[in-house]
């Protein structure tokens, strides 16, 4: 023991504390298209459950509906019943495989602008410096002691955000149920008690994870950023400084530096760290905390319009891209670069799980039935002699009117009857009658001789009776006793 | 092995002084979150011990301040169920039996409320799925000793069957005509080939010829000119192809000779009249239930 430590002098921590971002405002062309995509992004979240679609008097108007009371999820023309989740399923496939192809086509553009985390930020951002200034401001700000000034900018924008994340929260429980009459309900007092704690969770997450965590969750808290990386090759876009263009670093004017010896076109002004919402240097490359937003690139093309050179100095650009510039070659042309195996690949998956689910949409019967056999007693012995069987059937009319349908056996040779009408009026077809939207059950009997196999294989077939037609079939057995008693 | 503690210089943190071929333990404390909340769960089953009852005595335990028991808990929540119920057990109370069936909701109810009481109280004789056994009739076929429409078996559920107690009960007594002495031996037998005959499971041999001569004297009474039975009397229908004890010869035979005498009680004595009627209502649904007799115009 007590050999020389080969490891360097600690630095007293283990692990590196938070540095507070402090990004500074910008303006430019991706600063406008996040604009554009915030607005666009909320204005979806928060207004959807308001839309309006008329389904008829047996079903709810909300346009996009999760109604977890009824098991029903209604999103515009399309009704799904919990038997068809697996169009939710395909949705989550479709959602997965076009995160793939979007990264693999235009890298981390989801993380950049239309992921929840980085627009409410981006909004939260917003907010803190319309309160408390840019980011000279709050610099200054976070360092003067507690004041009057302070105490009261510190509460308005913690009373904004608070807001802000009450009304996110809020808009959330709105997909749940008939969002007019729930509105009333909350603010009266009346709602579901789940809908308060929706709200309250919900308002805690935003508020924590827009106002005070931000790009930590990225960083650490996000498994995406780690399955990007293993996704990302020489072909994805990503925020790239031109090193060969911008090395060496000088300060100053560079016409008096040229004199000097070689000068780059980074004049080292730190704007692109200055407006970066995660507070990286992209100069350092390629980084798990870059979320490709763009808003350095901005920065930067203001500084090099200003100073009278190129702009471009930080752009996006795919690794190969950067090869062919730094020999001096033509660049890819854009198309030619999105088109690869893997982005054609994981288009025709999206693609096909899509078409597969429009087709089976299209196609999908509005009729449904199941058959239960009563297996207590399997089979019942008549007074004539005969061996009774029992069957519970359900039929799901899956169509927003009532409808009725006639239930009819094939398989065998016997009549049917059910507990209404008694055996005396047996017959070929039972006609029931299906509320909208709703699964009717009837108890129904058939009868036969006791001669006969066992167990005879019997289907069910259910006929809706009106102009549209459309008919299901559920397979069930007829039983006799083995030796009768 | 050293037991010397001593501090590590990458994390400032003392050892715990044992060492093996070279490794070190670090005693790093316990992180703080960690440690309030140990003391935060102490605190709290020190409040719990005070609120719930907690403390095992030599009889019960002690109280709490809350003065909850698992048994009061468990009667407010039955209050409660009641309470969701009551409404449709008073619309059951007050429905005639045989209106019931006008309103399928009513209907769909009774049933399911008969159903979890023919569970409880039913099944020990007639089965489970009220598929009876022998001496206990099955309640799913068209069969019915006293009658199968729903004021029928109404009636039967409420006053029992042959049960002392209730002086509406259905009565009926079969003599026991071997024990008894009223028929012989070689007479029950020819009577039993003439039943068996008349259930279509024997030719209408020298014996059941004899035999019908000794039924027409000493079994149409109750049972029928032709053995069709009376549900006025209980007696049961000779020709069909259900038999509640056995239609073998050996069991017709004993039940010739010592006649039976199958008890139900009165439901009526024991159960509310709400369960009685949802009892009966889901034994009529069972696949047997007969509809009522339209009303006679002359009454």
């Known amino acids: 023991m007590n050999a020389p430590n080969p490891v360097p002098k600690p630095t007293g921590r283990l692990f590196e504390g938070r540095r507070k971002v402090f990004p500074r405002k910008v303006d430019g062309t991706f600063r406008r298209l996040k604009w554009a995509i915030m607005v666009a992004t909320l204005a979806i979240y928060y207004l959807t459950p308001w839309l309006r679609w008329h389904r008829g008097a047996y079903a709810p108007d909300q346009a996009v509906l999760v109604d977890l009371a009824h098991r029903r999820f209604y999103m515009f023309s399309i009704e799904i019943w919990p038997n068809e989740f697996y169009y939710v399923v395909g949705l989550l496939v479709m959602a997965a495989v076009g995160l793939f192809l979007v990264t693999s086509a235009v890298g981390r553009a989801w993380c950049g602008y239309a992921c929840p985390q980085t627009v409410w930020t981006d909004l939260f951002v917003h907010v803190e410096r319309f309160i408390e200034g840019d980011r000279n401001a709050q610099l200054r700000l976070d360092r003067a002691p507690w004041g009057v000034e302070k105490l009261a900018k510190r509460t308005g924008k913690f009373a904004s955000w608070l807001v802000i994340a009450a009304l996110t929260g809020g808009a959330w429980i709105f997909y749940f149920a008939d969002a007019p009459t729930l509105a009333r309900q909350f603010i009266s007092g009346n709602a579901p008690t789940v809908a308060y704690a929706t709200v309250g969770v919900l308002t805690a997450t935003t508020f924590i994870f827009g106002g ?51 000068a780059g076109d980074c004049i080292d002004c730190e704007a692109c760290i200055a407006v970066c919402p995660t507070g990286i240097d992209i100069r350092e490359g390629a980084q798990i905390g870059c979320i490709t937003c763009g808003l350095c690139i901005d920065a930067c093309d203001q500084m090099m319009t200003r100073i009278g050179r190129p702009t471009q100095l930080i752009g996006y650009l795919t690794e190969l891209d950067a090869d062919h510039e730094r020999r001096g070659e033509a660049a890819i042309s854009p198309i030619r670069r999105l ?134 079939r559920a397979t069930s057995f007829f039983e006799r006793p083995e030796t009768i008693p | 092995m050293s037991d010397e503690k001593r501090v ?26 960690w440690l309030i909340t140990l003391f935060g769960t102490i605190i709290f089953a020190i409040g719990y011990c005070f609120a719930y009852p907690s403390i095992p005595l030599l009889h019960s335990s002690t109280a709490g301040y809350l003065g909850w028991t698992s048994h009061g808990q468990l009667d407010a929540e039955l209050a409660a169920d009641h309470a969701r119920k009551a409404p449709i057990l008073a619309a059951i109370a007050r429905t005639p039996i045989e209106r019931i069936a006008d309103d399928p909701r009513l209907l769909a109810a009774a049933q399911e409320g ?29 069969d019915w000793l006293w009658g199968g429409d729903i004021k029928a078996i109404h009636q039967t ?67 029928g000119a032709e053995g069709k039975g009376n549900r006025q009397l209980g007696a049961p229908n000779l020709t069909d192809a259900i038999w509640l004890y056995g239609g073998d010869r050996q069991t017709i035979t004993e039940t010739v000779t010592n006649a039976r005498y199958g008890i139900m009680p009165a439901w009526g004595q024991r159960l509310d009249p709400v369960t009685v009627k949802m009892l009966a209502l889901y034994v009529h649904s069972l696949g047997g239930g007969e509809k009522l007799p339209p009303a006679d115009p002359a009454k």
Request: aromatic residues 8%; neutral net charge.
């Open chain 1, 212 to 262: 005070l965590m931000r790009e930590q969750v990225c960083i650490y808290m996000c498994p995406w950023p780690r399955i990007q990386s293993a996704m990302m090759d020489e072909r994805s876009l990503s925020v790239t400084y031109r090193a060969w263009r911008g090395e060496p670093r000088t300060r100053g004017l560079k016409r008096s530096q040229e004199a000097e010896g070689p």
């Open chain 1, 339 to 472: 088109l690869h195996p893997r982005t054609i690949a994981y288009f025709l998956i999206w693609a096909g799980i899509g078409c597969a689910m429009l087709f089976a949409l299209g196609n999908r019967a509005r009729i449904g039935v199941s058959v239960l056999q009563t297996r207590n007693p399997i089979w019942v012995r008549l007074s004539d002699g005969a061996v009774r069987n029992g069957y519970l059937i359900k039929i799901r009319n899956m169509e927003e009117r009532p409808r009725r349908f006639a239930i009819s056996l094939d398989g065998m040779d016997a009549l049917l009857w059910d507990e209404q009408s008694g055996r005396g009026s047996a017959a070929r077809r039972i006609v029931v009658a299906a509320n909208a939207d709703q699964v009717a059950q009837r108890q129904i009997f058939l009868a036969t001789s006791t001669k006969g196999e066992a167990r005879t294989s019997i289907d069910f077939t259910v006929r809706a009776l009106d102009a549209e037609g459309g008919s299901a």
């Open chain 2, 157 to 223: 559920l409420q006053h029992g069957v042959r049960y002392p107690g209730d002086d509406a009960t259905r009565m009926s007594q079969m003599p026991a005509f071997g024990r008894d002495g009223i028929l012989k031996a070689e007479q029950i037998d020819d009577v039993v080939s003439y039943v068996r005959f008349l259930s279509h499971q024997e030719p209408f041999n020298i014996s059941a010829r004899r035999g019908k001569e000794i039924f027409a004297q000493n079994c149409a009474a109750c049972h």
């Open chain 2, 8 to 33: 590590d210089e990458a994390t400032g943190t003392e050892t715990v002084g044992h060492e093996w071929d070279g490794i070190e333990e670090l005693d790093t404390p316990m992180p703080r979150w």
């Open chain 2, 114 to 142: 008969g159903k979890a009481a023919f569970k409880v109280n039913c099944t020990q004789c007639h089965g489970s799925g009220a598929a009876g056994a022998k001496g206990y009739p099955n309640l799913n076929d068209d």
